[in-house]
């Protein structure tokens, strides 16, 4: 169990009956909308002084509501590859070394607004979906496939075996406007200070950059992705 808070991902997570209590210091608003979903979905509603939702959820801007929720169940990636085997357009994230959580969440939520058919990140030295990703992502995190795998390595090789083609997205390579994105296709994405591990850019199949119109070489990894997201679906 964990918290979330803010009204937009709650009203995404009361979407998705992830919701098992929901704490509010205000009743006005959309807090009006979440009281009648919570109501209709038969969920727990305790009303409490600003103050304690603040100690709820420290530093947030939880705009009166925090709730109390299922822990978060990523998509066994085998399970997303067989459900989909026969889509002719599949379109992947893999995310290396994005530890900010607040990158995951910008991430998860333009996938959803591109709809790409899932988000795949490794185990261990990645941000993993919390209360900031859900808040950043708006309560998009509970629509779109995140799976978590052991080894981004051995993912990639069972990808290229299912029949996708790998890019990585650098500094240096083949410009994303004139890349052919058709078909089955997983995008890498890095860490904006660390860039991809270099046996996951030995593993791709194709480099492609964003091109650069300034002397300026560096975009945070969510405005990168979204940019790419764009291009594939264009």
């Not at 185990?123 to 209360?131: F, P, W």
């Not at 994303?176 to 030995?202: H, M, Q, R, T, Y």
Request: glycine fraction near 6%; aromatic fraction near 8%.
């Amino acid at each position: 169990m964990s918290y979330i808070y803010g009204r937009g991902p709650v009203i995404e997570a009361l979407k998705n009956n992830k919701v098992d209590k929901i704490y509010l210091a205000s009743h006005e608003g959309s807090i009006i909308k979440i009281k009648a979903m919570a109501k209709e979905k038969k969920v727990l509603i305790s009303s409490l002084s600003k103050d304690r939702l603040d100690k709820m959820a420290p530093g947030k801007n939880h705009q009166g509501v925090v709730a109390l929720v299922s822990g978060y169940e990523y998509k066994d990636f085998q399970e997303l590859l067989d459900e989909n085997k026969d889509k002719k357009e599949f379109r992947l994230l893999i995310l290396d070394k994005m530890e900010d959580p607040h990158n995951l969440g910008a991430i998860a939520r333009s996938a959803l607004f591109f709809n790409f058919d899932g988000i795949i990140i490794p185990k261990h030295r990645e941000a993993l979906v919390n209360d900031t990703v859900y808040k950043t992502s708006q309560g998009a995190v509970d629509n779109v496939n995140i799976c978590q795998v052991t080894n981004l390595s051995q993912t990639i090789e069972k990808l290229k075996k299912a029949g996708f083609w790998i890019y990585a997205a650098l500094l240096e390579g083949d410009n994303i406007k004139d890349v052919d994105f058709s078909g089955k296709v997983a995008i890498i994405i890095g860490n904006e200070g660390k860039g991809i591990s270099d046996n996951l850019i030995k593993a791709s199949d194709f480099k492609v950059k964003i091109p650069n119109l300034s002397e300026f070489d560096s975009l945070n990894a969510s405005v990168a992705a979204g940019i790419i997201m764009y291009e594939v679906i264009r």
